[in-house]
């Protein structure tokens, strides 16, 4: 890698950074959404995107330019970016995708390769095998053994000042996944797209998604600008972002409004269905849904729906950022969980990998808002935990919901989700959070969790005084702790 990608600031896995394109003498801030452009259908033009949704950079498909009887010459004339009429970063992909949907292409990764240098592409993509999802261990691994090997191609093509990408592959088998992470950041290679996860995002296997996309992550480590191939849905960038995604490419927005679909952040309408439009955007303050029904010209109401299907993907994506700067990403993905049960899948499975997320989310943030009985499980919750394991105090201590009482050698406080509260964290974040006044069950079990962390190799004598725990929590505690319930004057 060539240095080329600098983190700001983390929140869980997520990060804000700046990834620069030497080539197009730019820097893009990350998280970024690349609109695709397809050159042969483009309903909103590349300056468009420039001026009017401020896209740095955008991803076009140089195999397609190549096989192209009237883009072809231009491009290789002219260049992509005066083509294109774009100034800013332009990424090309290399056919893989459609070696995926067709089952062959007619280039080698040096061929596309040299052409991507010669059409004055800024990012360039080998030709990499995109493994579907749920194919044998056996295949897999055989075909990413061919991915690797083009890689080792990529590296001693010259290539100029371009960025050459390393896709991640593996299909939905984690060992796979994190191996092919590790082997690509060991290249020279600049920008690590994860690939082949298209069909799991049209199939809303967001658990799966997120699986796949941890496993890469181990792999890769924090210094690879990660990329997530072909994920332009605007109700997945938090969750995305969490996991530690950084660049976004988006043809839902073309494609969707090919066929009257309306993005939102909590998933797709169609057209046909509203009878409002949820939105603030230019496009949906001027006109009514039955407007854009009523429209003679089925390409302006195409062209006007792709504008919307950007307004809402930029706005995510500054949205995503905001959040990042205001410590509450995992608050945005936990809002986001809400809008389909597949999302709130993925975010229960992004749960599963605290301790993961735990390694790079700051140590103090924003206030910690308590959501959703999820919340329980974030990893600030699960860090906590971590450090009242390696507490040892001794002597008599009261752990309390209620008053604090001098009959103790200690006495602190017992907060759900947290669990024990040493009187020197009390105000320390994330303990100084916003929390419900009513209880759910998973936050008393995750404080139950955090007396037996504390009580873990420790000689202190532990008393409990709750209000009223639910009998899973209580279960919990160890067994050589007292347990007392608390009066309502107490
Ligand atoms: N676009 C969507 N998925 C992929 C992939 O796995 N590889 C490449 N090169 N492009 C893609
Ligand atoms: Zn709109």
Redesign the pocket.
Known sequence: MSGVFEVREYDAAGRRGELTVPRADVTVETPALLPVVNPHVQTVPPSQLESEFGAEILITNSYVLHGSEDLREPALEQGLHDLLGFSGAIMT??G??QLAEYGEITVTTEEILQFQHAIGSDIG?PV?I?TPPDVSHEQASEELATTQERLELAETVDTGEMLVTA?V?GSTHPDLRERAGREAASTSLDVF?I??V?PLMNEYRFDDLVDVVTAAKRGLGEAAPVHL??AGHPMMFALAVALGCDLFDSAAYALYARDGRYLTVRGTEHLEDLDYFPCSCPVCTDHTPADLRDLDDERECQRLLAEHNLYVSFEEMRTVRQAIRRGNLLELVEMRARGHPTMLDGYRTLLDYADQLERTDPVSKDAFFYLSSESARRPEVLRHHQRLSRLDPDGEILLTEGNHSDAYDDSWRLLPPFGPVPRELADAYPLAGELPERVDVQSYEAAAEGVRRLAADSDAELTVFHRDWPETALDALPADVTVEVLGSDQ
Do not use: K, L, N, R
Request: net charge negative; charged share 15%; no cysteine.
């Open positions: 992909d290399s893989s995708f993509t990499d995109p896709p592959q797209p690939g082949a298209v191939f072909g």
